[in-house]
């Protein structure tokens, strides 16, 4: 047996370290965390300076038994999980759980997977760091009362499943006041004036004018005063610049530079830097330190001279922005500057160059550049044209990498070379054009410029952006725009010959793709989260909270303290915003209709958004439509929300059978006779021709046709949530990936139906046929008494092949929900008056 025992996180980790230990050391995975918060209780005693109560998950106890096995055995215990806080919280989890002995136990970190990384650390043991173990508490246990304390005013005051989260709701408030400021952006003309020119040798110069106009006539005033102009080079300078290259990569800029150049996002990045580091092929991955070790700047400086020359190597330290950030640690860097391309799959290998590039041109040297600025001037008029070029002299580090830009940054026009020319010189005009240009709406935000926005205002921290991003996707309130945008003319005067032409010209504006656009629910719940509880949803706030977990890291500050003064305040406005607040569903009042003269309005119900024609306190009863896919509650005009109530529209007869299109709870679809077909993705039930419902239900019945017959009963096809299924004899039994589905052969349907009907012969303990009800193996290694729609799970202590008829009707009976007479309903509802 090992003597020494090595505790990481993950089994990949586990497995590159075991190759550079000998035989004496044993690594074993913790498989993450092996103790945490539990999943259906606050699990914080709040009145006893909120302690939190850890346990192990079930599905760990199995690893913390072996775990504690090998530790028994062992003469010393390495303790090596992540060198942050997240790390530190998991060797302090792992040392309480498995009861070590602390003189036989030592704590150990690393930024690299590499055989001098892990014998470096080996020679430098410390003890776990409770300033650190702390700060991770307090995010936790924070981020715990603000999860379990306003989610449920959520689901009371708009709609059950919802979910808040101190850095996820702020996240979402982002998003949100950036679609409405888009929404309320009014955009704003003015003539923009270019123009082409040649030179003496023939060559074009394209310039433009420093200036525009704000109207049609002033620019079309300006352009008159151009007939009969001779045209000449005012001035022309020439001065060196020069570009730097960027840092190397933090989290935070890894996840923007790979979602721009990559096309990755945030969490695919951090899943794919994992491998990456697990392999010991990179740094580690959570870091938002730009520094960089003495032994990686001089591995980059033989890199750089061997491949380059040494007029390209310039060492360089970076000092980082970020608050609170960690200079001791090292920026993310491939662990060996020589390895340029390790064979990868393709994921990893591009993550990589990217990662290995950034570093190298970090430590290389400034572009040199000559930039030259020229004025055209006309003997007819003050004002001049101004063309600007960009030479590279030398290109430093441009010859390995340049950094991304975001889409708001991106200039107009790029800089290119100018043709050579000399003050005085005369120039012939090919044209001169005013456009009539519109200033432009905020960007919606892309994933980079997310994480760029809140690293910016301090809100979380980069190892948080990647599950934020996904948590609030997830949840619904955000999602992946498509939004095809709306025609806008313009018009352009164009200069020529003496002679103003004018062309009226169109541009498709407000388009986006892949961008992240809040949902109808996702504004409704941070207008209620800002309505009421605007600290928690105040970025000031946010960022502060993380500033107080630096600041317990650091022991200056006392974690628990620092959750009772928060809580002090949270916890009443929570009590008063559950009794007292209205509910909310994002009403919107429309308009009324004149048939009726009721009020038109938009909110969200049960099922989704939907149009209300009425109130509850009409005579009659108020009439509803659900909104179609691509409708929202901010943006429905009235004509559309009346519109919704032309369904179902009736598009004719088929085989015999009505064929009408609506809109149901998962979006349009045709009915024919009683087969309901959902419509394809952007098809509209308003706009549905009968020729293309046609086009669905042959389509339907081509895919309902049996393929087979099996002991006399049909055998169909089909593709469900979770994946292909054939149906026989009203069974559903979905096709693994070891069958070829598209071409299922007579032998693969009798095999799939055959182990099916064992699974359900071997599921079954006991069966009432007359009664309809059994007794069917669960998951987990439990078992349940169904009848119908009803479903009882039986507790593990109890003998399922021992129940009695009587004990299954009296526990389904207690299951079954009870129906309400008409009497009793209206009574429960009739207010009782004092007398």
Request: cysteine-free; overall charge positive; charged content about 30%.
């Amino acid at each position: 047996m090992a003597k020494n025992l090595v505790i990481v996180e993950s089994p990949a980790k586990a497995k590159t370290i075991e190759k550079f230990l000998g035989k004496d050391f044993k690594v074993a995975s913790s498989f993450g965390h092996i103790a945490d918060l539990p999943s259906k209780e606050l699990g914080v005693d709040v009145e006893n300076g909120f302690v939190p109560k850890y346990i192990v998950d079930k599905e760990k106890k199995a690893v913390v038994k072996k775990l504690k096995d090998l530790a028994n055995k062992a003469e010393i215990i390495w303790l090596a999980s992540d060198e942050d806080r997240e790390g530190e919280a998991i060797s302090w989890h792992l040392s309480e759980e498995l009861k070590l002995d602390k003189n036989k136990t030592k704590r150990i970190v690393f930024n690299s997977i590499t055989k001098s990384a892990i014998q470096k650390a080996i020679e430098n043991p410390r003890e776990i760091n409770y300033n650190l173990v702390n700060a991770q508490q307090a995010r936790r246990v924070l981020d715990r009362l603000v999860g379990y304390e306003l989610s449920p005013v959520l689901w009371k005051k708009i709609k059950p499943g919802l979910s808040a989260g101190r850095v996820q709701s702020v996240a979402v408030r982002l998003i949100v006041e950036r679609e409405r400021a888009i929404e309320a952006f009014v955009p704003e003309a003015a003539f923009r004036i270019s123009a082409e020119f040649i030179t003496n040798e023939g060559s074009i110069v394209t310039a433009k004018l420093n200036k525009t106009y704000a109207s049609k006539e002033g620019a079309e005033k300006f352009l008159k005063q151009n007939i009969g102009a001779a045209f000449s080079v005012a001035s022309l300078e020439k001065k060196p610049a020069k570009k730097s290259p960027a840092a190397p990569f933090t989290t935070s800029t890894l996840q923007q530079e790979a979602s721009r150049k990559l096309y990755f996002s945030v969490s695919k990045t951090m899943q794919v830097a994992q491998r990456l580091y697990e392999a010991g092929l990179i740094t580690y991955m959570r870091t938002d330190s730009v520094n960089l070790s003495k032994e990686a700047i001089d591995a980059a400086k033989d890199a750089i001279i061997s491949n380059y020359g040494k007029e390209y190597s310039k060492v360089r330290n970076f000092t980082g922005k970020s608050k609170g950030a960690q200079e001791a640690h090292e920026a993310i860097r491939p662990t060996e500057m020589t390895n340029q391309s390790p064979s990868l799959e393709r994921d990893q290998a591009k993550l990589y160059e990217l990662i290995w590039k950034r570093t190298l041109a970090s430590q290389m040297s400034d572009a040199q550049l000559e930039r030259t600025n020229v004025k055209i001037k006309a003997n007819t008029h003050k004002e001049e044209f101004t063309a600007n070029g960009e030479v590279i002299k030398f290109d430093g580090f441009l010859k390995v990498y340049l950094e991304g830009i975001d889409e708001e940054d991106i200039a107009e026009e790029q800089e290119g070379m100018l043709p050579a020319m000399k003050e005085g010189e005369q120039l012939e005009n090919r044209y001169i054009a005013a456009t009539e240009r519109f200033t432009r709406a905020p960007y919606r935000f892309t994933e980079a410029s997310l994480v760029k926005k809140l690293e910016e205002l301090g809100i979380g921290r980069p190892s948080t952006y990647a599950p934020t991003i996904s948590t609030i996707q997830n949840r619904g309130y955000i999602e992946k725009g498509n939004i095809e945008g709306t025609e806008r003319k313009y018009v352009q005067l164009r200069f020529k010959s003496d002679k103003i032409a004018t062309k009226e010209l169109t541009e498709n504006v407000g388009s986006d793709k892949g961008k992240m656009v809040p949902t109808d629910i996702g504004m409704i719940v941070t207008d209620f989260l800002v309505s009421h509880f605007e600290s928690i949803l105040d970025y000031n706030f946010t960022a502060k909270v993380e500033e107080e977990f630096d600041e317990i890291a650091s022991g200056n500050e006392d974690w628990q303290k620092v959750m009772k003064n928060f809580y002090s305040d949270f916890h009443p406005k929570v009590i008063d915003v559950e009794e007292n607040a209205d509910r909310a569903s994002g009403e919107r009042i429309l308009g009324t209709d004149p048939k009726t003269g009721r009020q038109v309005s938009v909110r969200l119900g049960r099922f989704g958004p939907m149009v209300q024609v009425g109130t509850v306190d009409d005579e009659e009863k108020p009439l509803f439509a659900s909104l179609q896919p691509d409708q929202s509650l901010n943006s429905i005009t009235y004509e559309q929300a009346m519109d919704l109530f032309k369904l179902p529209r009736k598009l004719g007869v088929y085989e015999g059978e009505e064929v009408e299109a609506n809109v149901g709870r998962f979006g349009p679809y045709v009915k024919f006779g009683k087969t309901y077909i959902s419509m394809a993705k952007g098809e509209n039930a308003m706009d549905i021709t009968m020729d293309r419902a046609k086009e669905l239900i042959l389509e339907k019945q081509k895919a309902d046709a049996p393929i087979a017959m099996y002991e006399e009963k049909e055998v169909t096809k089909g593709v469900g949530r979770f994946g292909p299924f054939i149906k026989w004899d009203g069974i559903f039994i979905n096709v693994s990936k070891k069958y070829d589905y598209d071409n299922l052969t007579k032998a693969d349907i009798e095999e799939l139906i055959e182990v099916k009907k064992q699974k359900e012969i071997d599921k079954l303990i006991q069966e009432w046929p007359e009664e309809g009800i059994r007794i069917e193996k669960a998951r987990w290694g439990r078992h349940s008494i169904i009848k119908g729609k009803v479903k009882v799970e039986i507790s593990k202590d109890v003998d399922p092949t021992k129940i009695t008829l009587e004990e299954a009707m009296a526990l389904i009976d207690k299951k079954t929900p009870k129906k309400k007479t008409k009497a009793k309903a209206k009574a429960k509802a009739k207010p009782k008056t004092k007398k």
